[in-house]
C-alpha cells in the first residue's frame, strides 16, 4: 500500500498497472476510497481515468468544490463512484452542484446484509437519497434482483473485470495429494475467515493453509495446519495463488471479492 499517498491521486500505478484498454470505457472516471482495497482493486482493472481519494475528514467544502470542477475540466464520458462515504458523497454532492448530475453513476459493492452496521446503512441510504434527489443518473447494488422505489436502480447485474495480466504472469498448479490452501481475507463476519480455515482444516490432503490473518485460531489441533504470513501487496499474493493448489474465500455477503477473481 502507498503509506504516503497524496490526498487524491490521480492514475497511481497500482490503479492502473493492471487495467483493461478499451470496451469503449477510456473516457471514463472510476472514483473510489484510498483505503478500500477490495474496491480499490475492482476499479484498478477497469479501462478509464483512476482518482483514489482521501480518507473522511481530510477536505473543506472548498477543497472539495475545487476538486468537482477539475474533474469537470477534464470532460469524462461518465463517472462512476465505487462505493460510498462521507467524502464521496460529499463529492458527488459538489459534482452535482457544477450540473454533472447526469453523467454520475454509483456502484454499491455490499449488499443489505451489511446494514446491521450504522455506518455501512448510513452510507448505503445516503447513496439511495442521491438517486432519489436526482443528484445522480444511475445506481447499482451488486445483489441479483435488487430493487427500491424510487431511486434510479441499474438492474442487470454487474461483475467485475479481471486484473489484465501477462502470459508470463500466469501459471498452471496441479493437486498432488499434499495441498497447500490460501485464504487472503482478513479476520471478520463478511469475510469468513474461519469456517473457510475450518473446511481447509478438516480435509485430510490439506497439508497447509496460509493465512494474513494474525488472530485466526481454530480448535486443538488443528491449528497445526495453519501459517500465518505478513501481507505486504497485491503482487505478493498474485505470486502466492500461483504457488498454491487452491484459494478459499467464501464470503457470506453478496459482495464479489476480487481475490476470487484473480485466483
Given at each position: 500500500?502507498?503509506?504516503?499517498?497524496?490526498?487524491?491521486?490521480?492514475?497511481?500505478?497500482?490503479?492502473?498497472?493492471?487495467?483493461?484498454?478499451?470496451?469503449?470505457?477510456?473516457?471514463?472516471?472510476?472514483?473510489?476510497?484510498?483505503?478500500?482495497?477490495?474496491?480499490?482493486?475492482?476499479?484498478?482493472?477497469?479501462?478509464?481515468?483512476?482518482?483514489?481519494?482521501?480518507?473522511?475528514?481530510?477536505?473543506?467544502?472548498?477543497?472539495?468544490?475545487?476538486?468537482?470542477?477539475?474533474?469537470?475540466?477534464l470532460k469524462p464520458q461518465r463517472i462512476v463512484v465505487h462505493g460510498m462515504s462521507d467524502a464521496m458523497g460529499d463529492l458527488v454532492e459538489a459534482l452535482a452542484s457544477i450540473g454533472m448530475s447526469e453523467c454520475i453513476f454509483v456502484v454499491?459493492?455490499?449488499?443489505?446484509?451489511?446494514?446491521?452496521?450504522?455506518?455501512?446503512?448510513?452510507y448505503a441510504f445516503r447513496a439511495f437519497e442521491l438517486g432519489r434527489s436526482r443528484k445522480i443518473r444511475r445506481l447499482h447494488v451488486m445483489k441479483p434482483g435488487f430493487e427500491l422505489?424510487?431511486?434510479?436502480?441499474?438492474?442487470?447485474?454487474?461483475?467485475?473485470?479481471?486484473?489484465?495480466?501477462?502470459?508470463?504472469?500466469?501459471s498452471k498448479n496441479s493437486f498432488s495429494g499434499n495441498e497447500t490452501i490460501l485464504i487472503p481475507g482478513w479476520s471478520g463476519w463478511r469475510k469468513n475467515v474461519q469456517t473457510n480455515a475450518l473446511a481447509a482444516a478438516l480435509c485430510d490432503s490439506v497439508k497447509t493453509i496460509l493465512?494474513?490473518?494474525?488472530?485466526?485460531?481454530?480448535?486443538?489441533?488443528?491449528?497445526?495446519?495453519?501459517?500465518?504470513?505478513?501481507?505486504?501487496?497485491?503482487?505478493?499474493?498474485?505470486?502466492?495463488?500461483k504457488l498454491v493448489d487452491a484459494v478459499m474465500n467464501v464470503s457470506i455477503v453478496d459482495c464479489h471479492p476480487m481475490v476470487h477473481i484473480e485466483a
Amino acid at each position: 500500500p502507498d503509506l504516503n499517498e497524496p490526498t487524491f491521486h490521480w492514475n497511481a500505478l497500482r490503479d492502473t498497472r493492471y487495467a483493461h484498454r478499451g470496451h469503449g470505457l477510456d473516457d471514463v472516471l472510476h472514483v473510489f476510497q484510498q483505503q478500500w482495497f477490495g474496491i480499490r482493486a475492482a476499479a484498478g482493472s477497469l479501462p478509464g481515468y483512476k482518482l483514489a481519494v482521501w480518507p473522511e475528514g481530510a477536505l473543506d467544502h472548498a477543497s472539495k468544490l475545487a476538486l468537482a470542477r477539475k474533474i469537470q475540466q477534464l470532460k469524462p464520458q461518465r463517472i462512476v463512484v465505487h462505493g460510498m462515504s462521507d467524502a464521496m458523497g460529499d463529492l458527488v454532492e459538489a459534482l452535482a452542484s457544477i450540473g454533472m448530475s447526469e453523467c454520475i453513476f454509483v456502484v454499491i459493492h455490499g449488499a443489505p446484509a451489511q446494514w446491521c452496521s450504522p455506518q455501512e446503512a448510513r452510507y448505503a441510504f445516503r447513496a439511495f437519497e442521491l438517486g432519489r434527489s436526482r443528484k445522480i443518473r444511475r445506481l447499482h447494488v451488486m445483489k441479483p434482483g435488487f430493487e427500491l422505489p424510487d431511486v434510479p436502480i441499474y438492474k442487470p447485474l454487474l461483475f467485475n473485470m479481471s486484473p489484465l495480466l501477462k502470459k508470463d504472469d500466469l501459471s498452471k498448479n496441479s493437486f498432488s495429494g499434499n495441498e497447500t490452501i490460501l485464504i487472503p481475507g482478513w479476520s471478520g463476519w463478511r469475510k469468513n475467515v474461519q469456517t473457510n480455515a475450518l473446511a481447509a482444516a478438516l480435509c485430510d490432503s490439506v497439508k497447509t493453509i496460509l493465512v494474513f490473518d494474525h488472530t485466526l485460531s481454530l480448535p486443538g489441533s488443528l491449528n497445526k495446519k495453519i501459517r500465518k504470513i505478513d501481507y505486504t501487496s497485491r503482487e505478493q499474493t498474485f505470486e502466492m495463488i500461483k504457488l498454491v493448489d487452491a484459494v478459499m474465500n467464501v464470503s457470506i455477503v453478496d459482495c464479489h471479492p476480487m481475490v476470487h477473481i484473480e485466483a
